[in-house]
């Protein structure tokens, strides 16, 4: 019981630091960050638009391959490599833009 306990605050004090890391890096792009200018913006909208909509197909592919009674371990493997990647090339995009890594979720 104490155990569990102990690994339930733990749990709990790992996700409060992260979310106040993610919380702090996206609050340094301040007013001057590209992710405020509408042109920038849509330029990184269109520029990714086709790999955004297959990235949403896959990770709907990946959530239907965990709602199966028997999930294929290779099926989903390759589908989180390709999700991955994806958000990779997505993520580049937007650095390559000029767009802060707070920029670009």
């Known amino acids: 019981m104490k155990r569990k306990v102990s690994y339930g605050i733990v749990a709990a004090l790992v996700l409060m630091y992260g979310g106040v890391s ?8 301040g007013n001057e960050a590209k992710c405020k200018d509408p042109q920038a ?10 790999l955004r909509k297959s990235l949403n197909e896959k990770e709907i592919e990946l959530h239907e391959e965990y709602g199966m009674d028997s999930i294929d371990t290779n099926r989903t493997a390759v589908l989180e490599t390709e999700i991955r990647d994806m958000k990779k090339e ?3 995009t937007g650095e390559n833009l000029g767009f802060a890594p707070c920029c670009i979720s």
């Open 22 to 29: 993610y919380a702090a890096t996206c609050g340094s792009c």
């Open 41 to 50: 913006v849509q330029q990184f909208r269109d520029k990714t638009s086709q």
């Open 90 to 92: 997505i993520r580049s």
